[in-house]
């Protein structure tokens, strides 16, 4: 029948919150937070028996529950403590069935985030006590009411101390047990369920909590630009070069053998150097430690600009280099930091001609301002005549090096421009330099 099988489904779902493997596991959960309530409960008993007079806690009800109230605010003040809310998180995650995601990560470092912490421990704490307590009264308890009317032993010494008035009232004790019993399941589901519930609630992220994780992700997309920008600029250009230098020598295979030689020695060149730079970039994703023993340096305009403009003029493509150092008289004397990302910037805009300008290249590279103050730049310039008669330059990639190249200018506080001008393809970058740390 539709109906009875309606009712059996509901009565097996039922029967699965209160006794399925999520629910014992929240009882777990629930005994756990009973035995760590017991230091704290244990330390309030000898306070409640001092007060008292040397009183024994255990044989009397009020003194007990007094125990129980002051083990309540103790386990409140040891929460603020930032290691109990990962380890609450955890036990919540384990035991508790609720999604991570609704969790907060790491200790509480904010007095608000702490005072959640502190509510929730006391929660946990103050209601796996009650559980537990009943874990173990009413177990041994429910099984002698059920086992009442079979064992007449039991039986004379119910009615002898006057659980029941009749010699009938203990055949009903098994019932009792029973309910017993089922009340136990109930209130361990429900104490459960609340816990679970309040989870989110006391042990989600705060709004600090929010604001260092979405810091963490930003700093962790930085360092992969970073990455992404650093092997892009070197494995593109030295690909770049590589080809059409072996183009070039192909061409000329049977006619210039010296060109070849030349060529042949410049890709040997571009590969070594190229290993060795992504070396220090596959060691950054390795060990997270930019600055290795081992690592390549990376490339600066005082140490590799003649390099680089050999390996593209080896390429077959005719460069015009127009340097200007400023006032300090070399590229040596500029911020370190300028001076990797101008070189860089430069790699681009000669793999980009490479790849998609025609003609020869004009380079300009020079400081302007004053020697002393703050107002100083590097302006790099490049030209080139555009791959269509057009004016406008076809394109077979997404622009990433452009557009790294960019990223990399407004890090230091510049700018990048390009696109066509007068006829020919612009690259421009200024780079601030005013007291740049060297």
Not at 153 to 161: D, F, T, Y
Not at 190 to 216: K, N, S, Y
Not at 401 to 417: F, I, P, Q, S
Request: proline share 7%; charged share 15%; aromatic share 4%.
């Amino acid at each position: 029948m539709p109906g009875g099988n309606g009712m059996w489904t509901r009565a097996r779902a039922g029967t699965g919150r209160v006794l399925g493997a999520r629910a014992r596991l929240r009882w777990v959960h629930l005994i756990l937070g009973g035995a760590l309530l017991m230091p704290y409960f244990l330390l309030a008993q000898v306070v409640v028996s001092v007060i008292s007079g040397g009183g024994n806690v255990f044989s009397s009800a009020p003194l007990t529950f007094c125990a129980y109230g002051l083990s309540l605010p103790l386990a409140a003040v040891t929460a603020v403590f930032g290691l109990v809310r990962p380890m609450s998180v955890g036990a919540v995650r384990a035991l508790c069935g609720v999604p991570g995601e609704l969790l907060a990560e790491g200790p509480a470092r904010s007095w608000a985030a702490r005072g959640r912490t502190s509510a929730w421990w006391t929660l946990h704490l103050g209601v796996g006590a009650v559980i537990s307590g009943m874990s173990l009264a009413v177990p041994p308890m429910a099984v002698v009411l059920i086992v009442l009317p079979f064992v007449s032993g039991l039986q004379e010494a119910q009615v002898k101390a006057g659980w029941f008035a009749t010699d009938t009232a203990p055949y009903i004790a098994p019932l009792l047990g029973i309910g017993l019993l089922c009340g136990l399941v109930l209130c361990a589901a429900g104490a459960g369920a609340l816990l679970a519930r309040m989870a989110p609630v006391l042990l989600g992220p705060t709004a600090a909590d929010r604001l260092a994780a979405a810091e963490e992700r930003a700093a962790d997309l930085a360092v992969r630009n970073r990455l992404a920008r650093e092997l892009h600029d070197a494995v593109g250009h030295a690909l770049s070069a590589v080809t059409l230098q072996a183009v070039a020598a192909r061409r000329v295979l049977d006619t210039d053998p010296g060109f070849v030689r030349e060529a042949l020695a410049a890709i040997e060149d571009t590969t070594r150097r190229t290993v060795g730079e992504l070396d220090a970039v596959l060691g950054l994703l390795r060990d997270g430690d930019p600055a290795r023993p081992d690592a390549a340096p990376a490339p600066t305009l005082a140490t590799d600009l003649d390099g680089l403009l050999a390996r593209t003029r080896a390429a077959g493509t005719t460069v015009t280099a127009h340097q200007d150092p400023g006032p300090a008289g070399a590229w040596a004397q500029l911020p370190a930091i300028a001076s990797r990302e101008a070189y860089r910037i430069v790699q681009e805009g000669l793999s980009n001609a490479l790849r998609h300008g025609t003609g020869p290249i004009e380079l300009r590279i020079a400081v302007q301002g004053e020697e002393v103050g703050t107002h100083r730049e590097l302006e790099i310039t490049m030209t080139n005549p555009p791959g269509s008669a057009d004016g406008r330059r076809p394109r077979t990639t997404g622009g990433r090096g452009l557009h790294g190249a960019a990223e990399r200018a407004t890090l230091l506080g510049g700018r990048v421009e390009a696109g066509p001008h007068q006829g020919l393809w612009r690259l421009r970058a200024v780079l601030p330099l005013g007291g740049g740390p060297r």
